[in-house]
């Protein structure tokens, strides 16, 4: 059955000391950080899992064992439905996006080499590489985001040597709407030899991704945010080119199968899950990614996009706001400052009018630089979701003309 669009969430109580907006709902803007609200299948999916098969998936041959397993094993199916991936196993479940590139970049340069990454990776990526390089362990090097498909590739062309290993790109950045192609950038490397490694964290959902199209070595992805699910789950998904003897294990301990061996088993998933999975997070994801797939990702992305350039095109209109590469479209995330106030007292005067957005550097000073906010302290981030409406979106433009228009 269709899922309705039109489902929203329950007003909430504004924070203390803050007037509420009026009894209005609350307006959720900050779905590049987790999505919200969720499916309601999703809530209900999660609540079943620890109400009626909370068993401990692969550590048992028990009914509830048994049927935990099976909901993890459809999770992986989905996954790699989503993403193009040849096989299930070739889906490893993680706490989140972060922990999966650094599963994934740690294993890529267990040897050493040279590393290029965009200058709109999130910390989630520049963190992991910049202490690898701080250690001497890989030379880094970053490659800009400057204009057409063909400059990007050219760019990293230009920077590749015979040392290197490794090359990420952040498909969607998290606070302006900056693309890369990853398809002619995954081509390049496997031209060239390269392990490429795709940050899907802003477009899983809501973008069309196939792992072969782009001849990734793997993509990492939260399962909280585009794909609708609960925090505390993430996807690590490798691609047909990834050998079992090129990754290295982040975690050691039990698995569930070959209990006997000393080491870790040397086939996917299980090489890369060690310990107890999150069922009750991978159940209610289980159920994002059925919310996904029959609306399509295509379809969400087109929705939020338009919410996006109406907003900007509607704060555009209003004196000492600035939109920070306004003529950029295709996402569902645009950044903005207004003239005379910080980013931070903005975010606050949102929120007391029942508006959530984020302020800041959200984790990614790299694309603050590369946009001309970080000197600003960041900006206001406004992330629409596939749940947001033109009246959210009202809500914001209202409250932007009441601050900055004297009446």
């Known amino acids: 059955m269709k899922r309705s669009s039109n489902y929203r969430h329950a007003p909430v109580q504004s924070r203390p000391?803050?007037?509420?907006?009026?009894?209005?709902?609350?307006?959720?803007?900050?779905?590049?950080?987790?999505?919200?609200?969720?499916?309601?299948?999703?809530?209900?999916?999660?609540?079943?899992?620890?109400?009626?098969?909370?068993?401990?998936?692969?550590?048992?041959?028990?009914a509830l064992s048994r049927r935990a397993a099976e909901k993890?094993?459809?999770?992986?199916?989905?996954?790699a439905q989503i993403f193009g991936a040849s096989k299930p196993e070739n889906v490893v479940f993680t706490h989140n996006a972060t922990e999966a590139l650094n599963m994934a970049i740690f294993s890529a340069t267990k040897n050493g080499g040279h590393v290029l990454i965009s200058d709109i990776e999130h910390n989630s990526v520049y963190r992991p590489v910049s202490k690898l390089a701080s250690d001497g362990k890989i030379a880094l090097e970053i490659y800009p985001s400057v204009g057409s498909s063909e400059n990007i590739v050219r760019g990293i062309a230009e920077r590749i040597r015979n040392d290197t290993v490794l090359v990420v790109a952040c498909h969607k950045s998290n606070i302006v709407p900056i693309t890369l192609p990853i398809n002619e950038i995954g081509a390049l490397c496997r031209d060239r030899g390269i392990k490429f490694v795709v940050d899907a964290s802003q477009s899983a959902g809501n973008t069309d991704i196939d792992i072969k199209k782009c001849s990734a070595w793997a993509i990492?992805?939260?399962?909280?945010?585009?794909?609708?699910?609960?925090?505390?789950v993430g996807l690590l998904v490798f691609g047909e080119n990834a050998r079992i003897s090129e990754i290295e294990p982040f975690y050691f301990g039990g698995s569930g199968p070959s209990s006997f061996e000393r080491e870790m088993p040397n086939v996917l998933p299980h090489r890369m899950e060690a310990g107890t999975l999150p069922t009750p997070a991978i159940a209610g994801l289980c159920e994002g990614m059925k919310y996904v797939i029959e609306r399509t990702p295509s379809d969400i992305g087109r929705h939020e996009s338009a919410l996006v350039e109406y907003t900007k095109s509607e704060l555009s209109k209003l004196p000492r706001v600035k939109i920070y590469m306004f003529s950029e479209k295709g996402a569902g995330v645009?950044?903005?400052?207004?003239?005379?106030?910080?980013?931070?007292?903005?975010?606050?005067?949102?929120?007391?009018?029942?508006?959530?957005?984020?302020?800041?550097?959200?984790?990614a000073p790299l694309a603050h630089r590369r946009v001309g906010s970080y000197n600003s302290g960041g900006g206001v981030r406004v992330s629409f979701g596939p749940f947001s409406v033109r009246g959210d979106a009202d809500r914001l433009i209202l409250a932007i003309r009441e601050l900055v228009i004297q009446k």
Do not use: W
């Open 72 to 79: 993890v094993g459809e999770a992986r199916e989905l996954a």
């Open 334 to 363: 645009f950044l903005f400052n207004v003239d005379g106030i910080s980013c931070q007292e903005l975010a606050h005067y949102l929120d007391g009018r029942g508006i959530c957005v984020r302020s800041g550097l959200h984790c």
């Open 17 to 62: 000391n803050v007037p509420p907006p009026a009894s209005a709902p609350l307006v959720y803007l900050d779905n590049a950080a987790t999505s919200f609200p969720k499916p309601p299948e999703v809530v209900r999916e999660t609540a079943r899992a620890l109400a009626e098969y909370g068993g401990n998936p692969g550590r048992g041959s028990h």
């Open 220 to 232: 990492c992805a939260p399962g909280h945010k585009g794909l609708c699910g609960p925090q505390g």
